[in-house]
């Protein structure tokens, strides 16, 4: 992982800070069933409200960062974000979201997860990180099995108005450091 500033870069990809230029893409997915795929709702936010948290500094802050994850060629292909929790700063939570379906099963959401789960480990010396997903989403589930999460509970939730069931997934400090998926990989 190379960490300049604002910016991650992998491989193939860049996990870099959104700029006021991504705000109209932003805007263009959230109202995108397309874009959210299957297994999220889209939470129809306005272009103003995104400028609006923008401007208040609220995709970037100590507690949460939001991430455009981009091809090294400079092409969007989503977002990536993590937040901590409020009940403690140890533990953070981390959700993306591959927005270009013609970009999905290609290894990228694996891969952005896996340099972001690294930032948030070595960089920020969390103690965990969970992810949710859906209950059907079994591409993420063998995906976040791969990442060394393990399954923490299963729930019921509302995702911007729908009812869901899912799991929620959690990889300890400990699994991380032990885990040989991010002992060796390639920048």
């Given at each position: 992982m190379t960490l300049f500033g604002d910016q991650i870069f992998t491989k193939r990809l860049v996990l870099r800070r959104?700029?006021?230029?991504?705000?109209?893409?932003?805007?263009?997915?959230?109202?995108?069933?397309e874009a959210h795929g299957p297994y999220l709702s889209p939470d129809k936010q306005s272009l103003q409200h995104f400028r609006d948290q923008h401007t208040a500094g609220?995709?970037?802050?100590?507690?949460?960062?939001y991430f455009i994850i981009q091809h090294k060629?400079?092409?969007?292909?989503?977002?990536?974000?993590y937040w901590l929790r409020n009940?403690?700063?140890?533990?953070?939570?981390?959700?993306i979201k591959i927005a270009?379906?013609?970009?999905?099963?290609?290894?990228?959401?694996?891969?952005?997860?896996k340099f972001l789960i690294m930032f948030l480990f070595q960089r920020l010396r969390l103690d965990a990180v969970d992810?949710?997903?859906?209950?059907?989403?079994?591409?993420?589930q063998r995906c976040l099995?791969?990442?060394?999460?393990?399954?923490?509970?299963?729930?019921?939730?509302a995702d911007h108005k729908?009812?869901?069931?899912?799991?929620?997934?959690?990889?300890h400090r400990k699994s991380f450091f032990e885990h040989p998926i991010y002992q060796h990989h390639y920048e």
């Open positions: 959104i700029q006021e230029e991504d705000l109209a893409n932003l805007a263009r997915w959230s109202n995108s069933q609220s995709l970037w802050c100590d507690h949460s960062k060629n400079g092409a969007p292909l989503g977002t990536i974000h009940e403690t700063n140890s533990i953070g939570v981390m959700a270009c379906p013609e970009e999905r099963r290609k290894g990228f959401g694996t891969e952005a997860q992810m949710y997903t859906d209950i059907n989403n079994v591409a993420q099995q791969k990442l060394g999460f393990e399954v923490l509970d299963s729930l019921s939730y729908v009812h869901r069931q899912g799991f929620l997934y959690r990889l």
